[in-house]
């Protein structure tokens, strides 16, 4: 079986300063790890994905995220907030071996403050 | 590419109607699923379909059916809407299971 938990349902930075999402799993198998964003009244887009290369991963927009295998963690940082990532974040893990349906965490919403 | 397209993009519902919504992906995707989206509660899986001819349920399939008509349209239907079913409806679709999804717009539905 599959979870995910983001460890915080809001953040709040100031902009230019860095930004840290927390996402922790677990998974029977080899996981396949997502970072999704959603803007208000959007559909979500991709941020970045792990599927078992290299640990640390980058995205779009100077995220990223590093696999913690032995901390079953996966966290998304960024140097710099910018105002414009003010936004819903959505940790997702899926199971290359197992029922392959993606787990969703309940989502952090970061706020950016000028 | 449209990418994913979900109509309507908003809908509002007596207790009881009955609606479709429609979700179409042009990416040739094997897999496509339906979530809804509630406040604090992340994205829900409904319903999916790992590939063109097969349904499973997801987490909260009560109260809704689907179709995979062919490989690119999956509906989601509701027979007798709910105040519950009050929500934001994602389709989403992706190659494989386990791969990356992409998303649609949403339906925001509201019954009244």
């Known amino acids: 079986a599959q979870s995910v938990t983001q460890l915080d349902s809001h953040v709040s930075v100031s902009e230019g300063t860095p930004v840290l999402l927390r996402c922790n799993y677990s998974?029977?198998?080899?996981?396949?790890l997502f970072w999704y964003v959603q803007h208000p009244n959007k559909g979500l887009q991709l941020l970045l994905k792990y599927t078992s290369a290299a640990t640390l991963v980058k995205g779009i927009n100077g995220f990223e995220a590093e696999f913690k295998k032995s901390e079953t963690s996966f966290h998304l940082t960024k140097p710099s907030a910018h105002m414009s990532d003010a936004a819903e974040y959505f940790c997702?893990?899926?199971?290359?071996?197992?029922?392959?349906?993606?787990?969703f965490g309940r989502g952090t919403s970061l706020i950016v403050h000028p | 590419n449209a990418g994913v397209t979900q109509t309507p993009k908003f809908q509002v519902l007596k207790t009881g109607q009955s609606m479709t919504l429609q979700c179409a992906q042009d990416m040739n995707h094997n897999s496509m699923y339906w979530y809804r989206q509630d406040p604090g509660m992340g994205l829900r899986l409904i319903y999916y379909?790992?590939?063109?001819?097969?349904?499973d349920k997801g987490e909260v399939p009560n109260g809704y059916n689907v179709s995979r008509l062919n490989k690119r349209e999956f509906s989601l239907r509701l027979e007798s809407a709910a105040p519950s079913q009050t929500s934001v409806y994602f389709c989403a679709s992706s190659g494989l299971a386990y791969n990356e999804q992409f998303f649609g717009p949403g339906t925001r539905l509201t019954v009244l």
């Open positions: 997702v893990v899926s199971e290359t071996g197992g029922s392959y349906i993606p787990t």
């Open positions: 998974s029977s198998y080899s996981p396949s």
């Open positions: 379909s790992a590939s063109e001819g097969t349904t």
